[in-house]
């Protein structure tokens, strides 16, 4: 079974949802460079203080501040692991074939107008960071988090235009990576529309049985 895992797809395509089940099911750890950004930026840190104007333009933070995120994540190659949302350019790509090997790297297909709709539609919990979708799986009361009771809000991400703009740089500088993993024999491409139990069927199904 894959246990290094790489799960790639457009903004809101639900990479997020999907790892945290599988790392719940399988008890791998949970990497994502989002959420390491966002906590940089809440906290202050050098780091995130620099991210924060990439992040709010919708664009991607540069590679080197990354890296240097993950690069401490992935110490000593740690065995089970899923990366949500790294990488995210050719580049950083290189970089993390150089840090660890992936045994697989998990495609996420959606269509674009679908994603809009998703991502405008996502709200967070500034507590403990779970992700609700007020279409799909909404909280049961109003804004205020299920689990945890802390407070829901629409990341400044999320919003519309910023969302479009976070598209465009998905085509140009993410979607390459489609090739670059097809290449090496390791890409596993997800039809990921209908809901997200169907979709974590899909995924578990072709991770076992590789
Ligand atoms: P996410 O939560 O994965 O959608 O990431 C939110 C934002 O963090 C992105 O829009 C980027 O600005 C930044 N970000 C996250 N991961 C990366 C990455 N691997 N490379 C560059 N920027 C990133």
Redesign the pocket.
Known sequence: MFTRIVLIGP?GSG??TQTERLCKEFGFAHI????L??EAVRTGTPLGIE?KR??DA??????EL?IELVKLKLDRCPEGFVL??????IE?AKTLQDICMIDVAINLEVNEEDIVGRMINRRSCRKCGAVYNLRFKPPKNGDVCDKCGGELYQRS?DVEETVRA?MKVYKERTFPLISFYDSRGILLNIEARGGIDEIYKKIVEKIKSS
């Open positions: 903004p990479k997020g994502s460079t989002g959420d950004l966002r991210a990439f992040m919708g664009d991607l933070v540069p590679d990354v949500d949302g790294f990488p995210r350019t950083q991400d976070r």
